[in-house]
């Protein structure tokens, strides 16, 4: 019988996050989707294929005694290494996205997401095509809520929801007219991965060429039930 998975409420991803507060947490199974704000960031990590405790321990390198050029040198490439990981990590979830969202807006493909630490302060950033820096939560609502559900949704489906059958409760609700028909096509490219349904009011959600492809569900009264046509 095929795994049914229901999304209704799409986390909102805002990493500005302590690694080891988060890695105790975790440790601890504390953290799940009642607890939206770790929730997100564990995802995060999860597509990362890194843990909060691998990033939190590779923080932690003593500071080098003065002159000590050796102690200075395990430091660095202690420090370097964490830095060349999130890099390679940013590039990665952006193509990720990239793949799967394509906007029209020829400036909106222009970024690079990038995920960066000091000590053990973890943050994500969202840098343009001339290099200037802003924190995703600073982004627009719709921007921030398609970097969330894209995280969130890539962290699931790899796992133990990979082959599931997603159902989508009015995804794309933060989204305006024009970002919800860009997303109306990710929506189909996601679902090359997962049979998926999705309920919508928004007409931008459903294109003309998918007409087929649509249901009506009815609340027909108490006694008839839902309809479905």
Same mark, same amino acid.
Not at 87 to 90: E, G, R, V
Not at 168 to 171: A, F, G, I, T, V
């Given at each position: 019988r095929?795994t049914l998975v229901y999304?209704?409420t799409?986390?909102?991803v805002t990493?500005?996050?302590?690694l080891?507060?988060?890695a105790d947490a975790?440790?601890?199974?504390a953290i799940?989707e009642?607890?939206p704000y770790?929730?997100?960031n564990r995802c995060?990590l999860?597509l990362?294929?890194?843990?909060a ?6 923080g ?12 200075f ?7 370097d ?5 999130l890099?390679?990590?940013?590039l990665?979830l952006?193509q ?5 969202w ?7 493909r222009d970024?690079?997401?990038r995920?960066s630490? #000091?000590?053990?302060? +973890?943050?994500?950033?969202?840098m ?5 820096? !802003?924190e995703l939560?600073?982004? $627009? &609502?719709?921007?921030?809520w398609?970097?969330?559900f894209?995280i969130?949704?890539f962290a699931q489906?790899k796992?133990d929801?990979h082959?599931?059958?997603?159902l989508? #409760?009015?995804?794309g +609700?933060?989204?305006h007219?024009l ?5 109306? !096509?990710t929506?189909n490219s996601? $679902? &090359? ?6 309920t919508t009011?928004?007409p ?13 569900v009815?609340?027909a009264g108490?006694e008839e039930g839902?309809?479905?046509?």
């Open positions: 095929p999304f209704s799409y986390t909102r990493p500005l996050l302590h080891q507060h988060l975790l440790d601890a199974e799940d009642s607890d770790n929730f997100g995060l999860d990362l294929n890194f843990s405790r691998e990033l939190s321990e590779m932690r390198s003593p500071d080098p005694a003065a002159g000590n050029q050796e102690e040198e395990t430091y660095r490439v202690k420090l290494q964490r830095d060349a990981i890099n390679s990590a940013s990665r952006t990720q996205i990239r793949n799967v394509d906007p029209e807006d020829t400036d909106e970024y690079t997401l995920i630490a #000091d000590q053990q302060y +973890l943050k994500v950033s969202v343009d095509s001339i290099g200037a820096s !802003i939560d600073q982004r $627009s &609502e719709g921007f921030q398609l970097v969330s894209f969130v949704f489906t796992g929801l082959d599931a059958i997603l989508l #409760d009015e995804p +609700l933060s989204l007219g970002k919800q028909r860009a997303f109306r !096509i929506l996601l $679902s &090359e991965e997962n049979q998926l349904a999705f009011h928004s931008f959600l459903v294109g003309p060429d998918e007409l087929d492809l649509v249901r009506v009815e609340m108490r839902t309809k479905v046509h």
